[in-house]
């Protein structure tokens, strides 16, 4: 597989990996509310093979979802990985019976995560690993008051030791990303940012700056679907579907944003694609700007 610069939004760099900034979030591909196996595993190796087929180099995954399910599931289809294929995977929670998500932040327990990554994966190396830091009553808010010191220099500590190339952070603030920084570079942050939750503007040009790649999950919202009449009425005035207008806006909003939606259909999957390569004209980004203010 050769890097296709026909993706919307062309590629960026995660250090020294380049990557599509259209890239594919695999939190889909495992059972509802992201516990158990999917519905149609068939299906699933199927959307995953199109992704490779389509030209995206960058999928997002974890062990904890499933738990396993989705890296077991982009080993069946895509082992051995092509060449150029990155592979980001996140470590600091893990799945109870329940289907809870509790923290697993111990340096025992982020040793442990990284081993069930590399194992189910079935690599030598993890292409990128994002530290996920608790994320206050919705899951999503960073919370400055977590310390982060201690659970990244575990992961420098396993970089050093060649079982991750690079890392990232993951529901973090600026203050968090410098004191990450101290201990080894960062080459990404992935921190809940759409059409109407903007927090992270500051930061989304911060990282800008540093050549620093700014990845937002839940960029239609999530469990909790954008609402919002402006941009219906942008998307009706563009003909597009709400869904294409809120992820164009998204790669035009800085070059350094990379998206990740998911998706366990295939015809869904070249929906997101066609649909960031939407290109919006000045009065409608104003007026999508707007939501968010």
């Known amino acids: 597989m050769s890097i296709t610069t026909e993706l919307p939004g062309g590629t960026y760099h995660l250090g020294d990996l380049e ?19 999917p519905a149609d595993r068939d299906a699933a190796v199927a959307v995953l093979r199109e992704v490779v087929a389509l030209g995206i180099n960058h999928i997002d995954t974890s062990d904890f979802y499933g738990p396993h399910v989705t890296n077991e599931i982009l080993r069946e289809a895509l082992a051995p990985y092509p060449d150029d294929l990155r592979i980001v995977t996140k470590v600091g929670a893990f799945r109870d019976e329940q289907g809870g998500w509790p923290t697993a932040l111990e340096p025992h327990q982020l040793r442990q995560a ?5 194992q189910r994966l079935g690599l030598d190396t993890l292409d990128v690993v994002n530290l996920r830091m608790p994320g206050g009553a919705d899951t999503m808010t960073p919370q400055p008051q977590e310390p982060i010191e201690e659970r990244f220099g575990t992961l420098a500590e396993l970089q050093r030791q060649g079982k991750i190339r690079h890392l990232g952070l993951s529901t973090v603030n600026a203050e968090q990303v410098a004191a990450a920084q101290a201990i080894a570079p960062v080459v990404c942050v992935q921190n809940p940012y759409n059409l109407a939750r903007r927090h992270d503007d500051a930061l989304v040009a911060s990282l800008a700056e540093q050549g620093i790649a700014y990845v937002p999950y ?3 919202g999530g469990f909790s679907p954008l609402q919002s009449s402006e941009l219906d009425a942008v998307a009706e005035r563009l003909g597009a579907s709400r869904m294409a207008v809120a992820l164009a806006w998204l790669l035009q909003r800085s070059p350094n944003i990379l998206l990740i939606p998911g998706t366990s259909s295939v015809d869904h999957l070249r929906e997101n694609v066609a649909g960031a390569a939407l290109s919006l004209p000045d009065d409608a980004v104003a007026e999508l700007d707007a939501i968010g203010a």
Request: charged letters at 10%; a negative charge.
């Open 19 to 37: 990557v599509t900034r259209v890239g594919y979030g695999a939190m889909q591909l495992a059972g509802p509310h992201v516990f158990g196996p």
């Open 218 to 220: 839940f960029p239609l």
């Open 114 to 118: 990284v081993d069930d990554n590399l």
